[in-house]
C-alpha cells in the first residue's frame, strides 16, 4: 500500500517511522513534512487546510490508497468526510465527531448529559453573565475558549483578578479569536498530591465499537523547568505513566472510554481513529480535563516506539470495523521524550539556525520543526527536534536521552532539564 500522513510535526514523523516497519506499506508520503519524514517519505508541498488543493492533488494521485489525517485544524473542517466522499480509505475522524476536540462546550455538554466524570463547569456566551460567575464562583477557576486555539485557550486562574482579566481577554479582546465567543468556566481540579492534579494522557484506538487504550504518558506542556512559564504543544514526554494501574485502567474503560463512544454513538457522531483522553487524577477520583480527536504531540513520540503490532493493520482495521479481530501488544520497559526548541518559543523565535547532530547512541531523532536549506539542516519552528530514548525504565531512558541532547546543537536551542521526573513517587 502507498499511504499519505497529513501533518509537518514530530507526531507525523513518528507515525511514518511506525508505518515504515509495516510488511504491508510499499511507499510512504507526507503533507507538507519536514526534513526528517523526508528521509523515509516523499514530501508532499500542499497546504492540508486549503481542502480543494487537497482534493486536487488526492484526484492526481490514484496510487496513493490510504490517508492518514492527524491535525486537529484538518479534522475540524472535515478533511476525512472529503476524502472518504472521493472513495478513499483513511485513519482519523469525521468532522461531526472531531467535534469533540473543536468545541469544549460540546464536549463538555457531552459528559454532563452521559455522566462522564469531569469538572463542574457552566458555559457562557454573554461577557456580564460569565462575568458573574466567576466573582460568584471565586478562584482558582479555569477558563476555556470553546474553539481550536493552539492549545493556548485555557487559562488555569490563581485569583480572581486573574480571572476577570482572562475573561476580558477570551470574551471581548479575542485574543483566540472567534475560539472565544463562547467560554466554559470551570472549578480547578485537586489532585492527591498536587493542585491542579496528577495528569495522564490515554490515547485510544477506536472503530466505535470497540475501544482500545494505548500505553500511558505524561506531557510537560510548560516551557520551564518544574512546570514553569508558558504554555506550549509540550516540551516532552514519558511512557508509562508511574501512577497508572490494571484497576484505574479498568475503571477508566468503563466509566470514561466506553461511555464516551457510546455516547457519541447515541449522538450520531461514531468516532472512528485515534481518540485522546486527558485525565487527570484528583481527589475526588479520575476524571476528563480534555478529549482530542487525534494523536496528541508528542505523546505519540513515545507511545508508537513501544508498539509492537503493525501500526498499519490497525489502521485498516480501524477504518473497516473490526478492530475487536487485533490484538495489540506493546513492549515493555520505557520510554522518554525530550523535546528541543529554539530560544523564546512559545513566543517569537527566529528560523534557520543550522542543527549540529552528533553520537546520539541508540536514541531516535523525530523531526518536528526542520528543513533542508542548500543541503543543511536547518530549524524551521518553535519545536524543532524530539530525542527519543528507550530503556528498561524511565530513569535509564533518561540518562540516554539527555546524553543525546547534549551532543546536538544550534545557537539559542533550549530543553527542559527535568522530563521524566514527576509523579514518580507515584
Ligand atoms: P487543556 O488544553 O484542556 O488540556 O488544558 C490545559 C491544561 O490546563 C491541562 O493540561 C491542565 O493542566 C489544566 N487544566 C485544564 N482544566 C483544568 C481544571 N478543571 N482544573 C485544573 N487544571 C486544569
Ligand atoms: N500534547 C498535547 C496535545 O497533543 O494536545
Redesign the pocket.
Known sequence: MNVLVIGNGGREHAILLALKKSPKVDKLYCMKGNAGTAEIAENVNVDYMNIAAVTKFVAEHPEIDYYVVTPDDPLALGLVDELEAMGKRCFGPHKNAAVIESSKAYAKNLMKKYNIPT?EAEIFDNYEKALEYVRRKGAPI?L?ADGLAL?KG?L?CETLKEAEEGLKEIMLDKAFGAAGNVVVI????HGLKYT?GE?VSVLAFTDGKTIVPMITSCDH?RAGDGDQGLNTGGMGTFSPCPFWTEKLEREVLETIMIPTMNALNAEGRTFKGCLYF?LMRTDKGIKV??YNSRFGDPETQVVLPMLKTDLMEIFEAVTDGRLSDIKIEWESGACVCVVLASGGYPLSYVKGKEITIGDVGDCTVIHAGTALKDGKLVTNGGRVLNIVAKGANIEAARVKAYAAAGNISWENMFYRKDIGIKYREG
Open positions: 469538572a479555569v476555556k492549545g485555557v488555569v470551570e472549578e480547578c481540579m491542579p495528569e506542556k486527558g480535563v480534555e
